[in-house]
């Protein structure tokens, strides 16, 4: 089967001319560029693309956005939060405009991927001189290009590409041993509450040997975690090679290449979640003991006006098995609290899932209404106060889970990615486990990135802290 989205070679051979044609105007002045970014993984990724096409054009990039001459703006679209800090960032950059006038601002990603919010931006915040939709990113050369030359605003949204498939473009990772690789885009399950579908545009797989390239040469570097990203990573393939090859033959071939690397991937949706991946993890000792399976309710009519396509009963089901061929697996979900028509029964069924399963971690958001899709036109709205309130109740109940299972670890040695110094408090360095458990404990600078044996010596709800044994 042919991959009918598949950026051509000579397209992106275009751009790669465009980088040249910046990089003759603005090397002369050295100058910088920062990058902003919102939401989620992908964007993240989506960022060190625009990093690496940025470096190639002669910017160096930096941190600190008083200093740019191009800000990017990578913004996320999938609750109204995301996309109201991201008008509020770009809206600080007014007086940075204002002191220097060469000063350009680009804005991609999910938010803008919306005509709506594409027309605000062209409205309302005049010191913003471009924007382009996610299925453009590649096209960023020549937008930029024609930014500088034109002197022009200029507001791109190409819904017919929306399937587009860029390889070969340049990157500069934000890590140099922790990697995300995309193994498909888009969304195709159209969740009644979720407005990824219509950003992101439909699914498709970038093909395998592409996968499987990009991960030996970043083995080869060493790198030592592998993050495979797909909006819904159960259904990789179905476009390219029907069922004659799926995500657990990737995950298996990402396993056969060599190298000390550990490999996770999100997000699975429990409506394909197969058997076959669940033995695949079980099997292959690089793939980290983690799944973050997201159940949004615990109630079945609640799925149901979601539009999830499977039960609570299902969903159980599945972690059961994973329990049963992984005992000590690490589960982590996402849970939207207050969607429309959501009653106290069908909240204390999505209790009752948090006990039954007793997640490692979750990840819980109040229901936002997103202009487009159908849940946002349903009635029966749950108040915000009621909202509110049921979220707090869940992050006890979570909390005192999450606390129960950190506990567990104290007095066990666990071996940790180190990731760098603590944020909260530098004198710490902090790692994850396979779990992706937070671990915090006492270190020099050499240890990062590379892996440690920690004894954990007491923990909290949040995180373990430790010392170091080697
Ligand atoms: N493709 C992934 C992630 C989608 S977005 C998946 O299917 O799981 C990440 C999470 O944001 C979702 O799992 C959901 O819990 C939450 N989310 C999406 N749309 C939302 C909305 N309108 N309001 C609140 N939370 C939302
Ligand atoms: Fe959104 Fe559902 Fe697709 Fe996830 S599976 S991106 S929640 S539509």
Not at 21 to 32: E, G, H, L, Q
Not at 151 to 176: C, H, M, Q, W
Not at 219 to 234: F, H, K, W
Request: proline share 3%; glycine share 6%; net charge neutral.
């Amino acid at each position: 089967m042919a991959n009918n989205f598949k950026i051509s070679e000579s397209e992106i051979q275009t751009q790669c001319e465009y980088m040249k044609r910046v990089a003759a105007i603005v090397s002369p002045f050295s100058p910088k560029a920062h990058i902003r970014t919102y939401g989620c993984q992908q964007n993240e990724a989506d960022s060190e693309r625009i990093a690496g096409m940025a470096a190639e054009m002669g910017y160096t990039l930096t941190e600190n956005v008083e200093e740019a001459d191009l800000i990017i703006v990578n913004t996320c679209a999938v609750r109204e939060h995301a996309e109201l800090k991201a008008l509020s960032v770009t809206g600080q950059f007014k007086h940075l405009k204002e002191k220097k006038k060469s000063l350009v601002i680009g804005m991609c990603g999910c938010m803008v991927s919306q005509e709506h919010r594409k027309e605000d931006i062209k409205q309302k915040y005049p010191y913003v001189d471009f924007s382009f939709g996610t299925s453009m990113l590649y096209r960023f050369p020549e937008i930029l290009y024609t930014c500088l030359t034109k002197n022009k605003r200029a507001f791109y949204l190409d819904t017919a590409s929306s399937g587009n498939i860029a390889e070969g473009l340049p990157v500069v990772r934000g890590s140099a041993f922790k990697a995300w690789v995309s193994v498909m885009y888009g969304c195709n399950n159209f969740c009644t509450y979720c407005v990824v579908p219509y950003v992101r545009g439909r699914e498709r797989s970038r093909e395998k040997e592409k996968i499987l390239r990009e991960v030996s040469s970043l083995a080869a570097s060493g790198y030592r975690e592998i993050t495979l990203l797909g909006q819904n990573v159960n259904s990789y393939g179905k476009d390219l090679y029907g069922d004659s090859y799926d995500f657990a033959d990737l995950l298996s071939d990402v396993c056969k290449i060599d190298g000390e690397f550990m490999v996770r991937f999100m997000t699975s949706h429990p409506k394909d979640a197969s058997k076959k991946l669940i033995d695949t993890m079980a099997e292959n000792d690089k793939v980290a003991k983690q799944f973050h399976l997201p159940l949004q309710s615990g109630s079945n009519k609640i799925l149901k006006a979601m539009n999830r396509v499977y039960t609570k009963e299902k969903y159980l089901e599945l972690v059961e098995y994973m329990r049963r061929k992984m005992p000590d697996i690490s589960i982590t979900t996402d849970i939207i609290v207050g969607f429309p028509g959501e009653s106290e029964e069908d909240f204390l069924e999505t209790l009752d899932a948090l006990e039954k399963v007793r997640y490692d971690n979750i990840f819980s958001f109040l229901y936002s209404p997103r202009k487009g899709t159908p849940a946002a036109g349903m009635e029966n709205t749950v108040p915000s106060d009621v909202k509110n309130e049921r979220f707090e109740r869940m992050l006890k109940l979570q909390n005192e889970i999450s606390n129960g299972k950190n506990q567990a670890y104290v007095n066990t040695v666990q071996r940790v990615l180190v990731e760098g110094r603590s944020k909260t408090d530098t004198t710490r360095l902090t790692g994850r486990n396979e779990k992706n458990r937070l671990i915090h404990f006492e270190g020099d600078d050499s240890l990062i990135g590379n892996m440690a044996d920690i004894l954990v010596e007491r923990a909290d709800t949040y995180a373990l802290y430790g010392k170091l044994v080697k």
